[in-house]
């Protein structure tokens, strides 16, 4: 198994510039969130989805999108990146009995 | 909605046994966990513990719960250079949140 995936590694955008984030995971699991980390301030949830085709807003959802293509795949949406969007970006996942959540390694975005 | 809060920052000499504390804000939450995130990595499930449980071990791994206190610590004996990572506590809060993660302790082990 290859747990939870993430594409791409590293990102430089430019302000104004617009890019897709991609998350999969191979462990059956309905949950799948977005989070960014910046230093000092932890894990902030972006957007969330409990199942296949439902999302819901997560703490700072602004300036995102998100889409729950199937089961496996959620993908996060910059439609017009802001530098205030630098970050560390982390896809997880859940398992049902625990909630024990499962991350990905990282996607980090520059934005100049 | 559930608040974690852990200190930024832990420095202990490797031999000895590093504390790492967290408190939270929620008394009804069921499940709390402990990550580790190594640098350029992912967080990674080190342990968890269900509410009705006081205390968990697992190795050199020590979970200690507190309710009354709403005191979560992570005991880590004969701490590594390898250990040296930020450690996160999570809550299981419900609501569409569900885990709330505290802000890490950054944990240095000195040879």
């Known amino acids: 198994n290859a747990g939870v995936t993430q594409t791409p590694k590293f990102q430089v955008l430019k302000t104004g510039q617009s890019m897709t984030l991609q998350c999969a995971q191979d462990m059956n699991h309905n949950s799948m969130y977005w989070y960014r980390q910046d230093p000092g301030m932890g894990l902030r949830l972006i957007y969330y989805?409990?199942?296949?085709?439902?999302?819901d807003k997560g703490e700072v959802p602004n300036g995102y999108n998100v889409s729950r293509l199937n089961k496996r795949e959620f993908s996060l949406r910059l439609e017009s990146a802001a530098p205030s969007q630098t970050s560390v970006y982390f896809c997880?996942?859940?398992?049902?009995?625990?909630?024990?959540?499962?991350f990905g390694p990282g996607t980090r975005l520059t934005v100049l | 909605g559930e608040d974690v809060e852990q200190s930024l920052f832990l420095s202990v000499r490797e031999g000895d046994s590093s504390v790492i504390n967290c408190t939270y804000t929620?008394?009804?939450?069921?499940?709390l966990y402990w990550y580790k995130q190594e640098p350029g990595a992912g967080l990674q499930l080190l342990t968890y513990?269900?509410?009705?449980?006081d205390m968990k071990q697992d190795q050199r791994l020590t979970v200690l719960l507190n309710k009354k206190d709403k005191h979560l610590s992570l005991r880590i004996a004969d701490t590594q250079t390898g250990d040296s990572a930020i450690y996160f506590c999570a809550v299981f809060s419900g609501g569409y949140q569900k885990v709330t993660f505290g802000t890490g302790t950054k944990l240095q082990v000195i040879p």
């Open positions: 513990i269900f509410s009705n449980m």
């Open positions: 989805s409990a199942s296949e085709g439902t999302t």
């Open positions: 997880a996942s859940s398992e049902e009995t625990t909630d024990t959540q499962y």
């Open positions: 929620d008394s009804s939450s069921t499940y």
